[in-house]
């Protein structure tokens, strides 16, 4: 049998999941249906196939990527990092020009990292139904059998049948009104187009090179100009972003003579918004979702979401109401597509909640902000065993480091020593520092943050074992 590369693409945003959702912690890598993340669940769910994934991701992401398999013991064939979001066609470029090293041209399962599959037999099932065409040199794509006549999806038009279930591909249809949504279900010969493929390296750059050459032309020089260390891949930065942003389904399924559609009925879902989450998570007698501390009278279809602190409803029907440490988000369900358009202005208001959460995860560990004010800041740092952050110093702040759990290692100008729990130190402005978790168990402390300027730029690196 011919060998399939399962290529993970973990370069979205998720910004109509905010606000648990956040560009630089987005949806993938948080545990939305589950106990595991969305990337760990696409990882693992081909997991009987023995083969090594691809992943793609922003370079931004890097670590959680790592970290995040190698919780599940997932050790990629390749974590190629994107230098900036070109969408999806150029992110499977560099996936089939990685797949080819060596002179293989294996086949490439694509496939999105945050949706949700409940039965990952019967996807296995249509990745081997499909395997066929793929290795005659179809380019095929999984239509999800609707269920429903949903309008937040585009479709896919079925043509001539083929061996094992497949048809010819009569054309693609942009997400539909609600009318013409209930035509589709009622005729049948649709399906949800799920923006997961399967095909030959050689043979989608071959499609690539006829329907988007711009593209091709930009990918290779990127992979051509490649860096690597042990964990990564990193293609050239400025050949890459030269290179068109488009989808794989616009530059190349749409305008191909070679698409097949394999149907797909495996409790699929993309989790793209918080009235598809309450679909997929297990709902109580009133139709509510609840989640965390949450206090509800009178509530009826409802998505209730705490996180940090008790959340009250009184009579709602019909809404979400999702609360983080820094935001609140309350919409009716029927609205929620327009949450991205609450992001898009806090990212023109220059506003950190649409980027980071108050916790903010770091190769090292992560921190948190406790309180913030003029010309303070108090953070709570927790250092992984072994971890530790690079020697910098700041032009602008002092730092007042008091040990609550562990041992810490640090280094302050020349000296270097060991706190342990209760112990503190202090590092005046433009000293040069590290601090290290030597021990077995996290370290956690408390950092207090004084001067003129507390952002997170006004940071020297001399030496950072993470590249950065």
């Known amino acids: 049998m011919t060998e399939i590369v399962p290529v993970i693409l973990s370069g979205g945003a998720g910004s109509r999941l905010w606000p648990l959702s956040r560009e630089l912690h987005p949806k993938q890598f948080l545990p939305l249906v589950g106990e595991r993340s969305m990337l760990q ?45 070109r969408n ?22 694509v496939l999105p990292s945050d949706h949700l599959v409940r039965d990952a037999a019967a996807l296995r099932a249509a990745v081997e139904a499909g395997a066929a065409h793929a290795a005659a040199g179809a380019l095929v794509t999984f239509g999800i059998v609707p269920d429903a006549a949903e309008t937040g999806y ?16 009569a054309r693609f249809v942009e997400k539909p009104d609600r009318a013409t949504a209930e035509r589709f279900l009622a005729e049948g010969g649709y399906y949800w187009n799920s923006g997961m493929f399967l095909f030959r390296a050689g043979r989608y750059l071959e499609e690539l090179a006829r329907h988007a050459p711009a593209i091709l032309e930009a990918c290779r020089g990127a992979w051509a100009g490649r860096a690597e260390d042990a964990d990564f891949v990193r293609p050239d930065r400025g050949a890459f972003e030269a290179c068109p942003s488009d989808s794989v389904d616009y530059a190349v399924m749409e305008r191909t003579e070679a698409a097949v559609v394999q149907p797909l009925d495996a409790g ?45 409803a009184v009579g709602l029907e019909g809404h979400v109401v999702v609360e983080t440490a820094d935001a609140v988000l309350v919409a009716p369900r029927e609205r929620v597509q327009d949450v991205k358009a609450l992001v898009a202005r806090l990212k023109a208001e220059g506003r950190e909640e649409a980027l980071l959460h108050r916790r903010v995860y770091r190769p090292w560990g992560s921190y948190e902000t406790v309180d913030r004010a003029e010309r303070f800041q108090v953070k709570r740092i927790t250092v992984n065993p072994g971890a530790s952050l ?49 021990g077995k168990i996290p370290l956690e402390l408390i950092e207090v943050q004084s001067g003129p300027y507390l952002g997170e730029d006004d940071i020297v690196r001399f030496e950072d074992r993470y590249g950065r």
């Open 88 to 109: 999806t066609a150029p992110a499977v470029a560099l996936a089939a020009l990685a797949a080819q090293e060596g002179g293989a041209d294996p086949l490439l399962l």
């Open 268 to 312: 699929w879902s993309d989790v793209g918004s918080w009235s598809a989450l309450w679909q997929a998570r297990e709902q109580d007698e009133a139709g509510n979702v609840v989640l965390g501390d949450v206090l509800a009278e009178d509530v009826r279809g409802s998505y209730l979401h705490a996180t940090s602190r008790i959340v009250a």
């Open 390 to 438: 690079s020697l910098q110093m700041h032009h602008h702040r002092a730092e007042h480091w008091v040990v609550v759990r562990g041992t810490a290692r640090v280094t302050r100008g020349e000296e270097s020593f060991l706190l342990t729990e209760n112990q503190s130190t202090y590092i005046p402005v433009g000293v040069r520092h590290r601090l290290e978790n030597p």
């Open 41 to 85: 669940e696409t990882a693992l769910r081909l997991g009987e196939t023995g083969a090594a994934p691809l992943v793609v991701c922003n370079e931004a992401h890097r670590f959680m990527v790592a970290e995040q398999l190698r919780e599940v013991a997932v050790r990629p064939r390749a974590v190629v990092l994107e230098p900036a979001g």
């Open 154 to 169: 585009g479709y896919i038009r079925a043509g001539a049948p083929l061996d094992g279930g497949a048809f010819r591909v």
